[in-house]
């Protein structure tokens, strides 16, 4: 079944850019001037309103930057190709720190950090270090284990799936983890997984949800970014449950959600870009988790009392240092 969706998905994939092309660049800058302040720009690859992964890491920059009386610009809707030359606009126009916000961002990251080794650049979930290069990666494997813990506890067919974007690290190790907490359940259970190859391509991510709803999937799980509202939106057509990502997102599907994955990047921009501002940066990759207060797990009230209790029991085990959720960057088939 695997390999018949990933064929649909691709030729949907390459009839999307024959019939749109590429989508274009928007830059913006904060309407709160700093003045005497440091100059913040934030890198994102889809749009900054997106209820998901784009839209928390808007929020979390903007919150530090009041903080830290930083002025702020965005770059959204950027695709691969476009990395290097917004992280070069901004370094030469002067900007004190630009961050890139996913695994996507670390190489062109330091390609250009060459160049402009007095502007300090920050990539979250990338493995991305060197003197004036930082990575500040989230245990976002922890919020998918947990996630399969209650899928599986509240699957009555034993049959769950999860679909992600593209096959990053940041990305395969939520899947990962999403099938270890539920096989921690229940062995036998099968969990179908499915890659879109896209960000932002809702339709994608809906083929892929409805397809394993035909073949018998009853809870479905993304970490899609917005091509994972597609996926949120089959669940609800067919009627059955649906877990969110980064953001919460029980607005999209009040009645058929069962959590979302919330990843607190207020928590994570404040850290990266507090080092930056009080001089504290060092050029590594820092890993935050549970216990720091980076990720956590929004249960909904449609979660049973059974699965709300085995979550909690893993929440509190992985805070505690008990329960270690391992990393896998494992494709797996």
Same mark, same amino acid.
């Given at each position: 079944?695997?390999?018949?969706?990933?064929?649909?998905?691709?030729?949907?994939?390459?009839?999307?850019?024959?019939?749109?092309?590429?989508?274009?660049?928007?830059?913006?800058?904060?309407?709160?001037?700093?003045?005497?302040?440091?100059?913040?720009?934030?890198?994102?690859?889809?749009?900054?309103?997106?209820?998901?992964?784009?839209?928390?890491?808007?929020?979390?920059?903007?919150?530090?930057?009041?903080?830290?009386?930083?002025?702020?610009?965005?770059?959204?809707?950027?695709?691969?190709?476009?990395?290097?030359?917004?992280?070069?606009?901004?370094?030469?126009?002067?900007?004190?720190?630009?961050?890139?916000?996913?695994?996507?961002?670390?190489?062109?990251?330091?390609?250009?950090?060459?160049?402009?080794?007095?502007?300090?650049?920050?990539?979250?979930?990338?493995?991305?270090?060197?003197?004036?290069?930082?990575?500040?990666?989230?245990?976002?494997?922890?919020?998918?284990?947990?996630?399969?813990?209650? %899928?599986?506890?509240? =699957?009555?067919? @034993?049959? /769950?799936?999860?679909? +992600?974007?593209?096959? $990053?690290?940041?990305? #395969? !190790? &939520?899947?990962?983890?999403?099938?270890?907490?539920?096989?921690?359940?229940?062995?036998?259970?099968?969990?179908?997984?499915?890659?879109?190859?896209?960000?932002?391509?809702?339709?994608?991510?809906?083929?892929?949800?409805?397809?394993?709803?035909?073949?018998?999937?009853?809870?479905?799980?993304?970490?899609?970014?917005?091509?994972?509202?597609?996926?949120?939106?089959?669940?609800?057509?067919?009627?059955?449950?649906?877990?969110?990502?980064?953001?919460?997102?029980?607005?999209?599907?009040?009645?058929?959600?069962?959590?979302?994955?919330?990843?607190?990047?207020?928590?994570?921009?404040?850290?990266?870009?507090?080092? %930056?501002?009080?001089? =504290?940066?060092? @050029?590594? /990759?820092?890993?935050? +988790?549970?216990?720091? $207060?980076?990720?956590? #797990? !929004? &249960?909904?009230?449609?979660?049973?009392?059974?699965?709300?209790?085995?979550?909690?029991?893993?929440?509190?085990?992985?805070?505690?240092?008990?329960?270690?959720?391992?990393?896998?960057?494992?494709?797996?088939?």
């Amino acid at each position: 079944m695997k390999k018949a969706l990933y064929f649909v998905l691709t030729l949907a994939m390459t009839l999307s850019f024959v019939a749109c092309g590429s989508k274009g660049n928007e830059t913006k800058g904060n309407d709160d001037k700093k003045e005497g302040g440091k100059k913040v720009a934030l890198l994102v690859s889809g749009a900054v309103n997106d209820q998901g992964w784009n839209q928390t890491a808007y929020e979390g920059a903007k919150k530090a930057c009041e903080k830290y009386n930083c002025e702020l610009a965005y770059s959204e809707n950027l695709g691969t190709a476009d990395i290097a030359a917004a992280f070069t606009d901004y370094a030469a126009a002067g900007y004190d720190v630009v961050i890139g916000h996913g695994f996507e961002f670390g190489d062109p990251a330091l390609e250009v950090a060459e160049i402009y080794p007095d502007v300090k650049f920050i990539c979250t979930e990338a493995d991305a270090s060197a003197e004036n290069v930082a990575s500040y990666v989230m245990a976002c494997e922890q919020t998918a284990y947990v996630e399969g813990i209650i %899928a599986a506890t509240m =699957s009555k067919s @034993g049959k /769950v799936g999860a679909i +992600g974007p593209i096959q $990053g690290d940041s990305l #395969v !190790k &939520i899947v990962n983890g999403f099938e270890d907490g539920a096989k921690s359940v229940n062995p036998d259970l099968v969990v179908e997984s499915a890659w879109t190859n896209s960000f932002v391509d809702t339709q994608l991510a809906q083929e892929a949800a409805k397809a394993m709803i035909e073949d018998g999937v009853d809870v479905i799980k993304h970490c899609a970014n917005a091509c994972g509202n597609g996926a949120m939106s089959a669940a609800v057509e067919a009627g059955i449950w649906c877990q969110g990502d980064s953001y919460d997102q029980s607005s999209l599907a009040p009645k058929n959600i069962l959590d979302s994955a919330l990843y607190n990047l207020d928590v994570v921009m404040d850290i990266a870009l507090g080092d %930056a501002m009080n001089g =504290s940066f060092k @050029g590594e /990759v820092y890993n935050l +988790g549970m216990s720091d $207060g980076a990720v956590e #797990v !929004k &249960i909904s009230d449609n979660v049973s009392e059974e699965a709300k209790a085995a979550a909690q029991d893993a929440i509190d085990k992985i805070i505690s240092g008990e329960l270690n959720v391992v990393r896998d960057y494992t494709i797996r088939n």
